[in-house]
């Protein structure tokens, strides 16, 4: 109970129409899904009860709306990973449904009859409340809390009311809280030829393709800027060599799995494809009209950059970070440059991240 008491919570700093964003802990978090009210100036009373652990006199809040088609909703931890989060939810007349498998604990909650008047339970990776129209002064619908066990740097989940009528339409009071962890970067150890090889979070990863330079004593600047999310100050780097004939590039984690791995690129003047059906989060990276200088973009199961020979002393290409929200024992992709003439070839500063599990 120690440990619950003493997590932070989302510091929710703005919402604009569908997204919301703040930072927790340290960490900074973004929510995409239908929403509702936000209340951003700390005021809100409505985890203020027994129902939450801990109860929260006054805090920030984000409404949740759930629609009867069942649409999802995507957390986001940006530039690091988050310890065991809670979720705090006010008013929950409907389900919501986490990906199977995902661990829910049941904090505390309102009780009742099972199935009864604002029960609020856990069944596998479900979250149930129930809609529940009191006498006049009495709370709505289902209050508590769950705690996900684990390590996440995302969560998705799916909110559909429980009830027939009326506006078919919940608005859910949601706070969530956690502990930031920082992202654990690979320690690059050899590189021996087209293969380079260290430790990542007490794994052991190797990458296989053609190579080029290599930084093993941890004083790489290259991602340290805001295009990288985190910024690293200093680092080991690994760089992979874009060639016109698209080659293959493999990523290995030797007897381990890696949860939710980031790739922090730097000046990217090539197409990184994954395999069909990769997804692929972009965290930060250089901006600009579409397809202009240092754009850094997704799109599909490809990472984007592009050329761009700027004035001395300024950065050259792309320069970013994404997330391939999953776990992977192993990372297949392709490198070819965007542009010709000159050399065509492409040399990108790469470094990875993640936690082992």
Known sequence: MA??????????KS????????????????????????????????????????????SDMIEIVGEPENKEFTVNFLGEMV????????????????????????????????GGP???????NQVIGRAFQPPPGEPTDSSGSVRLPGRFSSIKFNVKPNFVGGSMIDGVALQIGGTALPIPFTDW???????????????????????????????APVFNSPAFTPSLSASDMIEIVGEPENKEFTVNFL??????????????GSTLTFPTGT???????????????????????????????????????????????G??????FNVKPNFVGGSMIDGVALQIGGIRV
Do not use: C, Y
């Open 3 to 12: 440990t619950t008491l003493s997590l932070g919570f989302v510091d929710w």
């Open 15 to 58: 919402r604009n129409g569908n997204v919301a964003a703040g930072s927790m802990d340290g960490a900074t978090v973004q929510i995409a899904g239908r929403l509702g009210a936000a209340i951003l100036d700390g005021s809100a009373p409505v985890f203020n009860s027994p129902a939450f652990t801990p109860s929260l006199s006054a």
């Open 83 to 114: 310890q065991d989060p809670v979720f705090h939810l006010g008013s929950l007349g409907s389900t919501l449904t986490f990906p199977t498998g995902t661990q829910i604990t049941r904090l505390s909650g309102d009780t009742g009859t099972s």
């Open 118 to 124: 604002r029960d609020f339970s856990v069944v596998g």
């Open 189 to 219: 150890k050899s590189r021996n030829g087209n293969v380079a090889a260290g430790s990542l979070d007490d794994a052991r990863v190797q990458i296989a393709g053609r190579l080029g330079a290599a930084i093993l004593d941890g004083s």
């Open 255 to 268: 007897g381990e799995m890696v949860q939710d791995p980031v790739f922090h690129l730097g000046s990217l």
């Open 279 to 325: 997804q692929i989060t972009r965290l930060s990276g250089d901006t600009g009209t579409s397809g202009g200088p240092r754009d850094f973009s997704v799109v599909g199961n490809q990472v984007i950059g592009r050329a761009f020979q700027p004035p001395p002393g300024e950065p050259t290409d792309s320069s970013g970070s994404v997330r391939l929200p």
């Open 327 to 332: 776990r992977f024992s192993s990372i297949k």
